[in-house]
């Protein structure tokens, strides 16, 4: 099991920018959590004041390799 950190910004306008890898597990699995995240709808952007404000985030997505097939019993006679 592995666990990817990505940084990321909404900007004022709630836009995703900024992205990046703040601590990652393997390369593969760090590239598709980028892409993921830059497939992200818009969001809301935060609100200071009444205005739109940049907001940093930090989020942690974890992999898990699938479940092994259970042994064949027959395969091997």
Avoid: E, H, N, Y
Avoid at 28 to 55: I, N
């Amino acid at each position: 099991m592995g666990q990817v950190f990505v940084g990321f910004t909404v900007a004022a306008d709630g836009m995703i920018k900024d992205i990046a890898i703040v601590r990652g597990f393997r390369d593969d699995c760090d590239l598709a959590v980028v892409r993921a995240v830059q497939q992200l709808p818009q969001f809301s952007p935060g609100r200071q004041l009444g205005r739109g404000v940049p907001v940093r985030f930090t989020m942690s997505i974890r992999f898990q390799p699938p479940a092994a097939p259970p042994a064949d019993s027959t395969a091997s006679r």
